[in-house]
Nanobody, 119 residues
């Protein structure tokens, strides 16, 4: 059973940057980030498997997912933030291979961290 603890959300202005962190209590094969805006469904943001990274089209070129396996931690560097990036961001993890772009591919979820982009 993994536990995921997220940090790094906050209120920023358009064009600013934020870095989210998610620490896992154990070894993780796949890390993912999802987000959910008010009134919308949870959507995929980025995933990091061993050797590959995948991004949603809406964040390509602005967001970067990375991981530190020595710390069982995944990061989401978010640059050039836009108001439409406002959402609760969730870290997700899986210890076995599976789909990375959809929620059911992950067994473990963090509590979520709020990111608000507003002028």
């Amino acid at each position: 059973q993994l536990q995921l603890v997220e940090s790094g959300g906050g209120l920023v202005q358009p064009g600013d940057s934020l870095r989210l962190s998610c620490a896992s209590s154990g070894r993780t094969l796949i890390f993912g980030w999802f987000r959910q805006a008010p009134g919308k469904e949870r959507e995929f943001v980025a995933a990091h498997t061993t050797g590959s990274r995948t991004y949603a089209d809406s964040v390509k070129g602005r967001f970067t997912i990375s991981r530190d396996n020595t710390k069982n931690t995944v990061y989401l560097q978010m640059n050039d933030l836009k108001p439409e990036d406002t959402a609760v961001y969730y870290c997700a993890a899986s210890q076995s291979p599976g789909p990375t772009l959809i929620s059911r591919g992950y067994n473990y979820w963090g509590q979520g961290t709020q990111v608000t982009v507003s002028s």
